[in-house]
């Protein structure tokens, strides 16, 4: 288990919520902090894809700003998409 830094590629900002997509190399039970997310409100949506096979990998997102990786093998390199309140 270990704490993930994400790398973001493309985000798209609406009033009060923000769309994001970052790639991220995960294996099971690493956390994934997204810092262009709200630290006060659980985000809305998250969801892991394997880039060398397009499979999702399983994820919680119950955690303000963090998603903790609950199917990966060892360091999938995965698109992660994630929506939810923006940082003010």
Known sequence: MAARNPTLKYQKKG??????VYT????LNDTVTL?????QENLK????IGLS???????TH??????TVTGA??????ALYAY???VN
Do not use: W
């Not at 991220?24 to 294996?27: G, L, N, R, T």
């Not at 810092?35 to 630290?39: A, D, L, N, R």
């Not at 949506?45 to 892991?48: G, K, N, R, V």
């Open 15 to 20: 009033l009060y919520y923000s769309m994001a």
């Open 84 to 86: 939810g309140r923006k």
């Open 53 to 59: 096979d397009g499979a999702e990998i399983t994820c």
């Open 62 to 67: 119950a955690a303000l700003n963090v998603v």
């Open 73 to 78: 093998s060892t360091d999938d390199d995965v």
């Open 35 to 39: 810092p262009h997310f709200s630290t």
């Open 24 to 27: 991220v190399q995960v294996s």
């Open 45 to 48: 949506f998250a969801a892991l």
